[in-house]
């Protein structure tokens, strides 16, 4: 089997997209999937996407961790999705797209995808950290100096701990650099590793400064190791609507894997 693939990040998260509009990928072949995002037996990448057909909306997105487990939703990977289904000409600069956690709409321009993410109601907060779900599981944690944090190993502790049992979590440590603006460093579930972004972390961080009143300003910026994001919403009686990714989302190479 021959299997076309396309590589793109988004600052710094990449992935390994093939178009399955065919349905002709192997979908259950966890080994497989691992052995594609291996960095080192394989092409390498945090994660990888299917773009399939949908009977509504421009497309469908699957999402599969870089262990080959399918999991919640991706931000950065929704954004780099975005981007290949307009180099596929399946969009112009709007997309409407299903991932595991529901409808997605999208704007694209100058390389730029505007991603609009759920709602966001719940909330968990204690004086040491914040949970909440923005399509995955996010738990923030503020320190002092972001730099010096040893993210692989005290996010592993977090995510392998009593908290959040054999579902796990990703681990974000969180530095202000001033208002309304942010470093985040993130440990992601399934790559079991620090990744340079994680899109619905930072989407995540956003929230939680503003709910716990670190920030008023509805309009953040989060740098990342690979970059920089913002994160726009708006604060209703009952929690966070209008809940925009902001960021790049670029094609780095094509090719083809024999199998
Ligand atoms: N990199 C992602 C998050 C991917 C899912 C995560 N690893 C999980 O399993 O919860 C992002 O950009 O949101």
């Known amino acids: 089997m021959t299997i076309s693939f396309s590589k793109y990040q988004g600052t710094g998260n990449d992935f390994v997209i093939i178009d399955n509009r065919l349905d002709v990928f192997p979908k259950d072949d966890t080994k497989l999937v691992a052995q594609l995002c291996d960095r080192k037996f394989g092409i390498g990448a945090d994660g990888l996407m ?7 909306a421009d497309f469908r997105m699957v999402y599969y961790n870089a262990d080959g487990n399918e999991s919640s939703m991706c931000g950065n990977g929704g954004r780099c999705l975005v981007a290949f289904a307009k180099a596929l000409s399946i969009i112009d600069t709007h997309a409407t797209f299903e991932a595991v956690d529901g409808m997605h709409e999208a704007t694209v321009k100058d390389g730029i995808v505007h991603l609009k993410m759920q709602d966001v109601a719940e909330i968990k907060t204690t004086p040491e950290y914040s949970f909440l779900d923005t399509g995955s599981p996010h738990h923030i944690k503020m320190v002092s100096d972001v730099k010096a944090v040893g993210v692989k190993e005290e996010g592993a502790a977090i995510r392998y701990g009593a908290l959040y049992g054999e579902a796990g979590s990703n681990i974000n440590f969180v ?30 961080v956003a929230i939680a400064v503003h709910h716990n009143g670190v920030t008023s300003k509805n309009n953040i910026q989060l740098d990342v190791e690979g970059g920089k994001l913002a994160v726009s919403f708006t604060k209703t009686a009952t929690g966070y609507t209008d809940v925009f990714l902001i960021g790049p989302a670029t094609f780095v190479f094509k090719g083809e894997w024999q199998c």
Not at 50 to 56: A, D, K, T, V
């Open 50 to 56: 299917l773009l399939e057909s949908h009977p509504s």
């Open 175 to 204: 530095q202000e650099l001033e208002d309304g603006h942010f470093a985040v460093r993130t440990y992601e579930r399934g790559v079991e590793d620090e990744t340079l972004s994680c899109g619905t972390g930072v989407t995540a």
